[in-house]
């Protein structure tokens, strides 16, 4: 992550063009009577690949094999057509709760973000985990579906209530729990 002054040049605003390297930038910006304001910008969706530029340099290429950003394609890949449909399903669903939900996936999972993380999904061989990032005892969850892994060690997705899903069934519910975590 890098912060910038205001006036950054164009040059280092180019920092985000790339889809696969891993660069956040961010404007900070300091107004009159101590106000200050942080925003991110944004990658455009049509961002290109770096690997065009470093298959012609030697130095990027080293740095390049160093840094792993991970994609939806890197979770998904080997995984069984139901899973993979069951996922897609998922996302539509979690991005038609808010327009200015983001998708980011990680080394484990896929976070579904909106400033922080809202919802996060491993894909497993036979289905999906789902978590939703609520601490322990703040979810209303009436039909008890979701488990709460608050005192559980090594789980690795966040927030402290997850659910193994295999199917659709459930969908409609499971977003009414996911929108209680969009602040």
């Known amino acids: 992550m890098a912060f910038v002054s205001p006036g950054f040049t164009e040059n280092q605003r180019e920092a985000t063009k790339f889809k696969d390297i891993a660069i956040e930038l961010w404007e900070v910006k300091q107004f009159e009577n101590g106000i200050v304001s942080i925003n991110q910008i944004k990658k455009s969706n049509a961002a290109e690949s770096i690997k065009a530029i470093t298959d012609r340099n030697k130095d990027l290429q080293e740095i390049s094999k160093e840094i792993k950003v991970f994609t939806e394609d890197d979770h998904l890949q080997g995984k069984p057509d139901e899973t993979i449909e069951l996922y897609e399903k998922f996302k539509a669903a979690i991005l038609d709760l808010s327009p200015d939900i983001e998708v980011k996936p ?6 579904f973000k909106k400033g922080t993380n809202i919802t996060d999904i491993e894909i497993q061989k036979n289905g999906i985990k789902i978590s939703i990032n609520l601490k322990a005892g703040k979810l209303d969850d009436p039909k008890h579906l979701m488990r709460d892994v608050s005192v559980l060690k090594g ?5 402290d209530y997850e659910y193994k899903v295999d199917s659709d069934k459930d969908l409609e519910y499971i977003m009414s729990l996911v929108k209680q975590a969009i602040v």
């Open 106 to 111: 990680q080394k484990y999972y896929i976070a």
């Open 155 to 159: 789980h690795s997705l966040n927030g």
